[in-house]
């Protein structure tokens, strides 16, 4: 079993920054993937970014460019998600997941996932 849990969210105004942080416990990480997921009310859940065991990071969607970098520490067994210049539009639940997957984007490739996080930007 792996248990992941997530904090760093919070209120925050257009333009501000909050960083993200999801500890993991049970198992060690090196045979996983960590991807960060999000979901806002009636949407479906969208994923965020993802990272390697190394640091590699194999997919960049267009709204994190620029403002969104992922992160781990591997002695820590945490990934971090730095989140600057927020806007209303990235109000919602954050998630992080663990994945066994070589380069997971999809949600169902992810088997752990977190409680979540709530980010909310106001304007």
């Known amino acids: 079993q792996v248990q992941l849990v997530e904090s760093g969210g919070g209120l925050v105004q257009a333009g501000g920054s909050l960083r993200l942080s999801c500890a993991a416990s049970?198992?060690?990480?090196?045979?996983?993937?960590m991807g960060w997921f999000r979901q806002a009310p009636g949407k479906e859940r969208e994923f965020v970014l993802s990272?390697?065991?190394?640091?590699?990071?194999?997919y960049y969607p267009a709204f994190t460019k620029g403002r969104f970098t992922i992160s781990r520490d591997n002695a820590k067994n945490t990934v971090y998600l730095q989140m600057n210049n927020l806007q209303p539009e990235d109000t919602a639940v954050y998630y992080c997941?663990?994945?066994?997957?070589?380069?997971?984007?999809?949600?169902?490739?992810?088997?752990?996932w977190g409680q979540g996080t709530q980010v909310t930007v106001s304007s």
């Open positions: 997941a663990a994945s066994s997957g070589r380069l997971p984007r999809r949600s169902s490739e992810y088997e752990y």
């Open positions: 049970g198992r060690t990480l090196s045979n996983y993937r």
């Open positions: 990272i390697t065991w190394s640091g590699g990071i194999p």
